[in-house]
């Protein structure tokens, strides 16, 4: 019997290549879609769940709510881990990690064996507690976890590198040399297995943290917070009530009495207008929970995999919906075999089971198409997500996945059309007073309505997210980001930095160059500090901001606009103690209009003498409003800024590589532009706008392709209707016109309703950055307008080729 029902489906398919196609086609788009957005939140939610021991991992996180003012962050002073190590027998194990690159050799350094001359650049560099290895259970390839950073200047390298520098060896006890300093050179300790994508941590080069100490007393003080730190509890701890427990405990032995004994007012707010509250965040959670914590790392974002599983669900929706217009669409063609195979003793549940099985038949094809278009799309995919995903070929789970899901999406998508023809009663289906699969359209529209109203909310957020990056990009950040060149890697000139820029100032296509390693964009070096009027850091309650050491030609090549006061002189030697702040520092530090030029600020330790305030500019994303910012000179040599005014970009970059090249013969010469840099700063956002993009698009095609073969039925099953009415007098425009608004009402309430919900989920989008492009009415307008034009056009066709149709051709057998 089953034999026969396949039979019967694959006949129906032979016969009906058209509906066949829209029907599969469509199917096989959304399963394609929905596999890609399936390996890739499979990929999200895998993070750091391979470690032993991850259910009793944890790092520690604070929260500040200063003010109403809500920040999240994860540093923590350098004796942080120790104490909590010994207050608390429930920790198992504690260590630290600190890959701020404000520290030499932390996140990015030039790095070379010690029996060779030039350096390779490379990042990935952390300083990490010997136990860290040991705490996650990093596998070695050489050396042992225990002993691999145990002693000072100690190097742990990943396998990947290990194959880079030293081939085919065993490079434990080989020296490293670092930045080109050989008074430390770093000898290897282990080599560790490559960390997996799936891993939150991507260093290449651990640093042992043993004997650093990077100023007199850093190792001990409480006041300066640089560390991330992680802990493994013991098993059957409540992490939640240590938290509380680790809060209180801390605060009360070790923050409040040391900010008391060093005057800090801050310790006044504490538990008023200034809430600290310590959580412990498991380690399986960081990389999708994340998003909203100040610190290292480039994380996911659960609110992303909620959306693409959101959207995946609305592509294989439309596509079932599809399936369910068309099978109901034609049911006047299926009436006849229905009330023949009923008058001859089928039951309904025989039928049902046929129709069933057709529906099945269509889900295999279309799941052998759609696995076979996600693997060709997979490349693609990767290049819009930034990942490496892979078709999981070799999983056991894959066959019997794809057979579950295929039997389960036909028998979803079946299961009305199948009930509904099956219901057929046999007495009127013979007589021919059948026509309801042509008149009866009320859940074709609702459900064309659905279809369209997803649709709709694709293409409006895709609009706003290609508003914002536009507007991002092209606003006016406060600096000049155009044609300014970075030669990075500058502190391999050792003591020649100010001879290069020399230099480079003699080019004729050079209007200014600077040396620092502060600059307005991410993955620069960044210096948080308190900041209060000099003699009243008793007194009054510290304002954060950065602190800057740039030279006396940065704000010029920065393209920075001085708002008052004057900017650095080289010709004036006090200026060495003088500073130059932001607007948003000189408001908060001086208010109520107090001129702030000849004033003197501290921040706790060094003096500095106001000349001049800058006016605000954007350093970090525009995702944070603008902190205050004390920029003073000083020695900064990583980076040199080079501002050009030329066409001819390849010659300059041939002009300055060729004053690098004579200056540090062997070095390799590593430049980016300014501009580069900052449209990386929200590569995500392009990222999700081109991702938007793409399935706004599959999510019109497959609607557009269920609308197609829909109209081609109306107007095939109204044929003679249509005739009639131009024998009577129609004209061709009436009749087309008359075809269209049918198909046009349900598109137009889609538009109503996905209006609104659009516009409530990109205005929660929005809220993300502090600078937000205007959210217009002709947005929506735009998208509304755009599906319109899309179903006219795919309509229009069928509706003009029934418009123009000889009359006499439909009612000569009348």
């Not at 929260?63 to 198992?92: C, M, Q, R, Y």
């Not at 046929?354 to 060709?376: C, D, N, P, T, W």
């Amino acid at each position: 019997m089953f034999r026969n029902y396949f039979k019967t489906a694959l006949r129906q398919l032979a016969k009906q290549k058209m509906y066949a196609a829209v029907k599969i086609g469509g199917f096989a788009l959304s399963i394609a879609a929905c596999m890609l957005i399936a390996l890739y939140i499979r990929h999200e939610l895998s993070y750091d769940r391979y470690y032993p021991d991850a259910d009793r991992l944890y790092r520690v996180m604070i929260e500040v709510n200063d003010k109403g003012e809500h920040t999240k962050g994860l540093s923590f002073p350098a004796p942080f881990a120790a104490a909590v190590k010994e207050e608390f027998p429930e920790v198992e194990q504690a260590a630290r990690i600190m890959p701020n690159n404000l520290f030499a050799g932390a996140g990015s350094s030039q790095l070379r064996r010690a029996d060779k001359a030039e350096n390779a650049y490379e990042e990935g560099f952390a300083y990490a507690d010997p136990q860290l290895l040991e705490m996650f259970s990093i596998p070695m390839i050489y050396g042992s976890a225990e002993q691999a950073l145990a002693e000072p200047n100690t190097i742990v390298i990943s396998k990947r590198k290990a194959d880079k520098y030293f081939p085919n060896e065993n490079p434990v006890g080989k020296v490293l040399i670092l930045n080109d300093d050989l008074k430390k050179p770093y000898r290897i300790g282990g080599v560790m297995d490559d960390f997996p994508s799936n891993s939150h941590f991507r260093f290449d080069f651990l640093l042992s943290m043993k004997g650093v100490e990077f100023w007199p007393g850093e190792q001990t003080t409480w006041l300066s917070s640089n560390y991330e730190n992680y802990l493994r509890l013991k098993p059957g701890t409540d992490a939640g009530g240590l938290a509380q427990r680790l809060q209180q405990t801390v605060l009360d032995k070790y923050y409040i009495p040391i900010m008391k004994q060093e005057g800090n007012k801050d310790v006044e707010r504490i538990g008023k207008s200034l809430l600290l509250k310590f959580e412990l965040q498991p380690v399986k959670d960081i990389h999708l929970h994340s998003y909203d914590i100040n610190g290292s790392g480039n994380y996911g974002d659960i609110r992303f995999v909620w959306l693409f599983g959101a959207i995946a669900c609305f592509i294989l929706v439309i596509a079932c919906i599809n399936f369910v217009n068309l099978a109901t669409a034609r049911s006047a063609n299926r009436a006849r075999e229905v009330g023949l195979k009923k008058a001859i003793g089928s039951g309904r549940g025989q039928l049902v089971k046929q129709f069933l099985a057709e529906s099945a038949v269509y889900s295999v094809f279309s799941f052998i198409i759609g696995i076979l278009l996600a693997a060709l799309l997979l490349p693609y995919f990767n290049s819009l997500a930034g990942k490496t995903l892979s078709m999981p070929w070799t999983a056991w789970w894959l066959v019997p996945l794809v057979i579950a899901s295929a039997a389960l999406l036909g028998l979803l998508a079946g299961l009305y059309p199948a009930f509904y023809l099956s219901s057929f009663r046999p007495v009127a289906v013979l007589k021919g007073r059948l026509s309801s699969g042509a008149r009866n359209t009320g859940l074709r529209s609702t459900l064309v309505v659905f279809q369209f109203t997803a649709s709709v909310m694709l293409i409006i957020g895709t609009i706003v997210i290609y508003r914002q990056m536009d507007y991002i990009l092209h606003r006016k950040p406060g600096f000049d980001k155009e044609q300014v060149l970075l030669v990075q890697g500058a502190n391999m000139l050792g003591g020649q930095a100010d001879a290069f820029k020399q230099r480079l100032q003699q080019l004729p296509q050079v209007t200014s160059v600077s040396v620092s390693d502060y600059l307005p964009v991410a993955g620069t070096h960044r210096n948080g500090n308190s900041f209060w009027k000099e003699g009243r850091t008793r007194e009054d309650v510290g304002t954060y901001g950065q602190l800057w050491k740039i030279d006396h030609d940065y704000i010029k090549t920065m393209g920075m606009r001085i708002v008052a006061g004057r900017n650095f002189s080289a010709t004036m030697p006090t200026d060495s103690q003088a500073a130059v702040i932001n607007q948003t520092l000189a408001q908060e530090l001086f208010p109520a209009g107090e001129d702030p030029i000849g004033k003197r600020i501290t921040n706790g330790g060094s003096v500095f003498q106001v000349i001049g305030v800058v006016g605000d500019f954007n350093f970090e994303s525009m995702r944070t409003n603008i902190e205050g910012l004390c920029m003073t000179l000083g020695s900064s040599p990583s980076i040199v800024s080079v501002k050009v005014k030329t066409s001819d970009m390849p010659g300059l970059i041939s002009a300055v590589g060729g004053v690098w090249k004579s200056m540090v013969p062997g070095q390799p010469f590593r430049y980016a532009f300014l501009d580069e840099r900052f449209a990386q700063m929200y590569a995500d956002v392009q990222r999700m706008g081109y991702i938007f993009t793409s399935f706004s698009v599959l999510a019109i095609v497959i609607a557009c392709l269920g609308l197609f073969a829909l109209s081609a039925y109306m107007a095939e099953q109204r044929g003679k209707e249509i005739s009639i009415r131009k024998v009577l007098g129609a004209s061709a425009l009436q009749v087309t016109s008359l075809m269209s608004v049918d198909f046009l009402k349900p598109v137009c309430i889609a538009i109503v309703l996905a209006s609104p919900i659009a516009w409530w989920v990109m205005k929660r989008w929005l809220q993300d950055f502090a600078y937000q492009a205007p959210f217009s009415w002709w947005i929506f307008a735009a998208a509304g307008s755009m599906v319109i034009l899309i179903a006219l056009a795919t309509i229009g066709f069928q509706s003009v080729k029934a418009a123009i149709a000889n009359p006499v051709d439909r009612l000569k057998a009348e």
